[in-house]
Structure formats: C-alpha cells, structure tokens
C-alpha cells in the first residue's frame, strides 16, 4: 500500500504578476524535493466594496510518497 506524508504551507502575498517568480520559486523548492501539490485551499475574510469575497491568504498542500522502510 502506497503511503503519503502532507505538507501544508501558507502564501500571504497574491498569485499576480507581482509576486509570480517568487511563487514559482516556492513551489520548484518543494518540487525539488519530493513533493507535488495537490490543492490550493483560499482562505477568505470578510467582504469588501461592490460585496466581493477578499482572499486573505492561500493554504497550498503538498504531498510525497513515504519511503518503504
């Protein structure tokens, strides 16, 4: 039976243009070693003008295949 260990890591700053090359970066480092990420979760604040839901911060989980023993 395959078995899996998570990571899970919160990004603060958006996913734009901006702070494109710095996501990518986080995600080849964790790439790099092992993991793949299976899921972005937006974690959403309040409402803000015109009654849309603001993103205040992503949870991006990652996953790897736990090494037989």
Known sequence: MTKWEY??????????SAD????????NEFGNAGWELVNIIPQVGGS???GN?????????????????
Not at 7 to 16: D, M, Q
Not at 53 to 69: L, P, S, T
């Open 7 to 16: 990571a899970v890591e919160t990004w603060t700053l958006g996913i734009t």
């Open 20 to 27: 494109r090359e710095q996501f990518e970066n986080t995600l």
């Open 48 to 50: 803000w003008a015109g």
């Open 53 to 69: 839901v603001k993103v205040e911060f992503n949870q991006m989980i990652f996953k790897r295949k736990v090494a037989d023993e």
